[in-house]
């Protein structure tokens, strides 16, 4: 069996700057050392220790990753000259701050759809700014660094998991019974109830309930049995587009699967039932019954 071929990716400052002694003055090459050296010195003195060998040496690897991320998005081919001409023209410091933007912002997006106090608490935030910065841009510049393609990844996670919390926010938002302000949010189970609830039709939005009132759910439903597709489609008409998406992928699969909605029509007792409720709603349940 032959071995993978590993091909070699080296950050994309270092295979710019190997370009420097043919395609750059020695003015220009005087500049980007000078400024490269004053990343490094600010990145030691708020990231790493400044006062040790070990700490610069971290530092400039946080550099090499911190500029290659921003070269990767200002420059979207894999021409290194031009990466060579971004950081020329603009400047290795305007580069690393486009570099250090894109991991702030990202730092900044949910992880998950379990949201508390923890994830808007300013000392925390900027320790998970810190964790990120370091995890995507310790960079070694004679080896393979990946860390542009991690971020797009992550990007794109958070991406998802930023949708539906800013969904169940809106839900929220639109209870029936007033806006809940609760700091702590699961916003999929924010989103299960508004669809569960949503086949009663009328077009009320619940996101958040307690068993008297899911109790009196099960019974309207058994007694009315209403059309549920008709409920999820006054629920859809009243949610904004831009988290409409996620709502009807939620529905789909809520449609075939979701075990309260398809147990509800049976002999299910009310404590059979709001177990499985529990599955799907978690945190977002009010214990209104010993």
């Not at 990343?39 to 990753?65: W, Y």
């Not at 379990?114 to 300013?122: A, I, R, S």
């Not at 393979?144 to 169940?168: C, F, H, M, N, P």
Request: net charge negative; aromatic share 6%.
């Amino acid at each position: 069996m032959l071995p993978a071929l590993v091909i070699e990716k080296l950050p994309r400052l270092v295979r710019a700057i190997k370009l420097l002694p043919e395609e750059a003055t020695p003015d220009e090459a005087a500049v980007l050392a000078d400024e490269l050296c004053g990343i490094t010195a600010m990145v030691a003195e708020k990231f790493t220790n400044d006062r040790t060998a070990e700490g610069i040496q971290r530092a400039l690897l946080l550099t090499v990753g911190g500029v290659s991320l921003g070269l990767e998005h200002e420059v979207d081919t894999d021409d290194d000259l031009a990466a060579l001409d971004v950081l020329i023209e603009e400047g290795a410091e305007q580069v690393f701050q486009a570099g250090f933007r894109m991991v702030r912002d990202l730092a900044a997006m949910p992880e998950d759809t379990l949201v508390g106090e923890y994830d808007t608490d300013p000392v925390y935030a900027k320790r998970r700014l810190k964790e990120l910065f370091v995890d995507l841009c310790t960079a070694d510049p004679g080896e393979t660094w990946s860390g542009y393609e991690r971020y797009l990844s992550q990007l794109k996670e958070r991406q998802g998991v930023q949708a539906i919390v800013r969904a169940a926010q809106w839900l929220r938002r639109h209870h029936y019974e007033g806006p809940i302000l609760d700091p702590d949010l699961n916003a999929e189970g924010v989103i299960a109830l508004a669809i569960i609830f949503a086949v009663e039709a009328g077009g009320r939005i619940t996101a958040r309930t307690g068993q008297r009132e899911f109790e009196r759910f099960v019974k309207s439903v058994r007694r009315n049995k209403p059309d549920f597709e008709a409920g999820w489609a006054e629920l859809m008409a009243r949610v904004p587009a831009a988290h409409q998406g996620v709502i009807a992928e939620r529905i789909a699969t809520y449609r075939e699967q979701c075990t309260v909605l398809q147990q509800i029509g049976t002999k299910a007792s009310m404590k059979q039932l709001f177990g499985e409720l529990e599955n799907y709603a978690g945190s977002e349940l009010d214990a209104d019954l010993p």
